[in-house]
Nanobody, 125 residues
Framework: QEQLDESGGGLAQAGGSLSLSCSDP????????MGWFRQAPGKEREFVAA????????YYTDSVKGRFTLSRENTKNTVTLQMDSLKPEDTAVYYC??????????????????WGQGTQVTVSS
């Protein structure tokens, strides 16, 4: 089920920055845990970052810690993944996901039931 709207992907040079946004006018994101996943060619979709209900905690995969920041702005019903110090290995299709049902699995695909269509991020060396 793909219903979330993602934007902000594109091309960046290594060391540069991109900001990905996720929104859905039909949902209130503040009611859900939200996550970002990515899938590189020939690889499985992997967890990138998550923010829990009420934004009490954020989680990041080790490879992006200190470089990526996930935040939500409830007044705009938007979550944003700020990606700094990009590396070529960050190249992938990035997917936003929402957990509309209670879950403890905020770092696994199984914890999410609504997804976006994906946005391409390409980092050149």
């Amino acid at each position: 089920q793909e219903q979330l709207d993602e934007s902000g992907g594109g091309l960046a040079q290594a060391g540069g920055s991109l900001s990905l946004s996720c929104s859905d006018p039909g949902r209130t994101f503040s009611n859900y845990a939200m996550g970002w996943f990515r899938q590189a060619p020939g690889k499985e979709r992997e967890f990138v970052a998550a923010i829990t209900l009420h934004s009490t905690s954020t989680y990041y995969t080790d490879s992006v810690k200190g470089r990526f920041t996930l935040s939500r702005e409830n007044t705009k019903n938007t979550v944003t993944l700020q990606m700094d110090s990009l590396k070529p290995e960050d190249t992938a299709v990035y997917y936003c996901a929402a957990a509309t049902k209670p879950t403890c699995n905020t770092t696994t695909r199984g914890g999410y039931d609504v997804w976006g269509q994906g946005t391409q991020v390409t980092v050149s060396s």
